[in-house]
């Protein structure tokens, strides 16, 4: 898997967020698929699809348990394997171009607005490069293969105990350890694919974070008075946008294991009330910490900026009320287009915006899309809670 993360600073340094090791990337070069075209974005997902669902839907086929007239018991109704395979995995693989490339777009503003200094812009790069230089290593690609092994193994052994999340797979249906062909792709192809896929990401995200941290401890220039009302680094709560897919995909799968034990365990919303606001908090916390670093810069520039202000503002109107000091009677046609009144307006304004300077570069306006695309996929099981015709109708009803 191959992501590019590329911004073009005011020095014309570029830096590249690549995986260009990744064997996958490798076979796709052989087989001519190197760009980011719409053709080859869909060849990128295809391919994935072919080799982790079409297998286990045409084993299942042949052995009868693609549809067993059961839920419980077929492949095409496990939903957590579905939403893995057919939502999941291709999101995943689809949110690496268009993640990374604004992702660049915020590393490129640090510079581009003056945030960092120009006297700091080696330090700045080296930050950048060396952490990618990491996510490109052998090692971390080693440590996420043995990873997903180590997770579906796990996750196996729990399954053997509960035969019934494991019935197409088993050889012998209800007899534990017996895998069958299928259940044997998914073991070793299908599951570890989609995890790697899902670690990668995370691994993404740590990168991210430590990328942020660093930059964080420079010696930024952080404007109180900005309108941003974040010092002019409100444009990091991009950032929590720009990962909505990724939010989405995550909870895909989330969703997918939950209506699999509705299902087959007969749990219902209300059993699941306290894993889904732990979801809820994960999720939010997984894309927001990261941000928290400018936390403390932010407190120092709106302190500094309210002294200085202060000062600056006492004497402005100082000199204001000596222009002001009118009787009743010597106040003309003239005071009222004085651009002096415009002045003491406007800086008014402008301190104000220091005053209102939050200490979070991120508002409600960066969380909403988020917290609409992590939520979107819990509408599934809804639905097999709730009868939709029911659903529509409780809706229909408060609406009307």
Same mark, same amino acid.
């Given at each position: *898997?191959?992501?590019?993360?590329?911004?073009?600073?005011?020095?014309?340094?570029?830096?590249?967020?690549?995986?260009?090791?990744?064997?996958?990337?490798?076979?796709?070069?052989?087989?001519?698929?190197?760009?980011?075209?719409?053709?080859?974005?869909?060849?990128? *997902?295809?391919?994935?699809?072919?080799?982790?669902?079409?297998?286990?839907?045409?084993?299942?086929?042949?052995?009868?348990?693609?549809?067993?007239?059961?839920?419980?018991?077929?492949?095409?109704?496990?939903?957590?394997?579905?939403?893995?395979?057919?939502?999941? #995995?291709?999101?995943?693989?689809?949110?690496?171009?268009?993640?990374?490339?604004?992702?660049?777009?915020?590393?490129?503003?640090?510079?581009?607005?003056?945030?960092?200094?120009?006297?700091?812009?080696?330090?700045?790069?080296?930050?950048?490069?060396?952490?990618?230089?990491?996510?490109?290593?052998?090692?971390?690609?080693?440590?996420?293969?043995?990873?997903?092994?180590?997770?579906?193994?796990?996750?196996?052994?729990?399954?053997?105990?509960?035969?019934?999340?494991?019935?197409?797979?088993?050889?012998?249906?209800?007899?534990?350890?017996?895998?069958?062909?299928?259940?044997?792709?998914?073991?070793?192809?299908?599951?570890?694919?989609?995890?790697?896929?899902?670690?990668?990401?995370?691994?993404?995200?740590?990168?991210? @974070?430590?990328?942020?941290?660093?930059?964080?401890?420079?010696?930024?220039?952080?404007?109180?008075?900005?309108?941003?009302?974040?010092?002019?680094?409100?444009?990091?709560?991009?950032?929590?946008?720009?990962?909505?897919?990724?939010?989405?995909?995550?909870?895909?799968?989330?969703?997918?294991?939950?209506?699999?034990? #509705?299902?087959?365990?007969?749990?219902?919303?209300?059993?699941?009330?306290?894993?889904?606001?732990?979801?809820?908090?994960?999720?939010?916390?997984?894309?927001?910490?990261?941000?928290?670093?400018?936390?403390?810069?932010?407190?120092?520039?709106?302190?500094?900026?309210?002294?200085?202000?202060?000062?600056?503002?006492?004497?402005?109107?100082?000199?204001?009320?000596?222009?002001?000091?009118?009787?009743?009677?010597?106040?003309?046609?003239?005071?009222?287009?004085?651009?002096?009144?415009?002045?003491?307006?406007?800086? @008014?304004?402008?301190?104000?915006?220091?005053?209102? #300077?939050?200490?979070?570069?991120?508002?409600?306006?960066? #969380?909403?899309?988020?917290?609409? *695309?992590?939520?979107?996929?819990?509408?599934?099981?809804?639905?097999?809670?709730?009868?939709?015709?029911?659903?529509?109708?409780?809706?229909?009803?408060?609406?009307?």
């Amino acid at each position: *898997m191959v992501l590019i993360f590329r911004t073009n600073f005011i020095n014309s340094n570029k830096v590249e967020f690549s995986f260009e090791d990744h064997s996958y990337q490798k076979v796709l070069k052989r087989i001519g698929i190197s760009g980011w075209s719409s053709r080859e974005q869909r060849l990128r *997902m295809l391919i994935p699809f072919i080799l982790c669902w079409v297998p286990l839907a045409v084993i299942t086929l042949i052995q009868g348990s693609f549809w067993t007239g059961n839920t419980d018991t077929s492949f095409v109704t496990n939903f957590d394997i579905q939403a893995r395979l057919l939502i999941t #995995m291709p999101l995943l693989i689809w949110s690496e171009k268009q993640v990374s490339a604004r992702l660049g777009l915020i590393i490129g503003q640090f510079k581009n607005s003056g945030i960092v200094s120009r006297k700091d812009y080696g330090t700045f790069d080296r930050i950048v490069e060396k952490n990618l230089k990491f996510l490109r290593s052998r090692s971390s690609y080693i440590f996420i293969f043995i990873l997903c092994y180590v997770q579906v193994i796990a996750v196996l052994l729990y399954e053997s105990e509960n035969t019934a999340f494991l019935s197409w797979q088993l050889l012998d249906e209800g007899v534990a350890g017996r895998l069958n062909l299928a259940g044997k792709w998914s073991t070793l192809i299908s599951r570890p694919f989609v995890l790697f896929l899902f670690y990668r990401w995370f691994l993404r995200i740590i990168v991210w @974070s430590v990328i942020l941290r660093k930059i964080s401890k420079l010696n930024l220039n952080l404007f109180a008075v900005h309108p941003d009302l974040a010092g002019g680094i409100g444009f990091l709560g991009y950032s929590i946008r720009y990962f909505s897919p990724v939010a989405f995909a995550i909870a895909a799968t989330v969703v997918g294991n939950m209506a699999d034990f #509705m299902l087959i365990e007969g749990l219902h919303l209300a059993d699941m009330k306290l894993a889904i606001l732990g979801f809820v908090i994960f999720i939010t916390l997984l894309f927001t910490l990261p941000l928290l670093f400018f936390t403390g810069k932010l407190i120092d520039a709106r302190e500094q900026s309210v002294y200085e202000n202060n000062d600056f503002a006492n004497g402005i109107y100082r000199e204001l009320r000596t222009k002001l000091s009118k009787g009743y009677d010597k106040v003309n046609e003239e005071d009222l287009s004085s651009p002096d009144y415009s002045a003491a307006s406007d800086l @008014s304004g402008v301190i104000n915006n220091a005053l209102n #300077m939050k200490f979070l570069p991120f508002s409600m306006k960066d #969380m909403l899309p988020f917290w609409a *695309m992590a939520a979107l996929p819990f509408l599934g099981i809804v639905l097999l809670e709730v009868p939709f015709s029911e659903l529509f109708s409780k809706v229909f009803s408060i609406v009307v």
